[in-house]
């Protein structure tokens, strides 16, 4: 049985076989997204916002080219599912639980988010504190992306301590706070590790020595997960 990510790399190879070129990855990542919505049942997620009959049959149709065309992908995406959560179960999980760690599972090796999209994801779990989700400055939301990068490039967090002013980091309180980053952004964290890696395996593979390698992930991470451009590295 397939993987995500091997799931993924079928549908790119297909696809580059039609087109004869290198499939872009945000297509790629579009295609995925559509496939996996038609593999868990969740078609009413393409008719939101939709107001005219004309959209509305428009899309009845492309989702049925869809479903034709991606038979078998469908399929395998099901499986892979259903599998995560028999396994799951196996190790004791309830189904929420469970179900939580498809979800992870589906957008880390199937969806492959970059940076942009995993700061997208921070900011709809800071926004759903309240029903309905509150809107977040940008100045809150770097700061906490700040608070990642530096659990992300040094779990222990001692470069988050090291760089901020803030005394109490260094006590039971601080240990506290950094715990409660790492609970409530689980999932966030795990994304920036996936594509972090495969930033770095796709770097190196290039030859890139270990220097540029870091100098590049911490470009990334401060254009375009933190939102600042001329810093080079992540902040406090």
């Known amino acids: 049985m397939p993987t995500f990510a091997e799931i993924r790399e079928r549908i790119r190879q297909i696809l580059e076989a039609e087109d004869g070129e290198r499939c872009p990855a945000k297509k790629l990542t579009l295609l995925c997204t559509g496939v996996a919505i038609l593999a868990r049942g969740d078609v009413d997620y393409f008719f ?31 499986a892979e599912e259903d599998r995560l959560r028999a396994e799951a179960r196996q190790q004791g999980l309830d189904d929420t639980e469970a179900e939580k760690r498809v979800r992870l599972a589906l957008v880390r090796d199937f969806f492959q988010l970059d940076y942009r999209q995993i700061r997208q994801q921070v900011q709809r779990v800071l926004s759903d504190v309240e029903d309905p ?47 409660y980053m790492r609970q409530r952004f689980a999932a966030e964290l795990e994304l920036l590790t996936a594509e972090t890696g495969r930033l770095i395996d796709a770097s190196e593979a290039r030859g890139m020595s270990d220097n540029a390698v870091r100098r590049m992930i911490e470009t990334r991470l401060n254009r375009e997960f933190i939102g600042k451009r001329r810093r080079r590295r992540p902040e406090c």
């Open 48 to 78: 939101k916002g939709l107001r005219s009959e004309a959209e509305r049959e428009e899309t009845h149709e492309g989702l049925a080219l869809l479903q034709e065309e991606w038979l078998e992908e469908i399929r395998l995406v099901r």
């Open 133 to 179: 989700p509150i809107p977040i400055s940008e100045e809150a939301l770097r700061t906490v992306c700040r608070v990642l990068c530096h659990l992300l490039l040094n779990p222990s967090g001692l470069t988050l301590r090291m760089q901020c002013t803030d005394p109490s980091l260094w006590g039971d309180e601080g240990e506290a706070q950094i715990a």
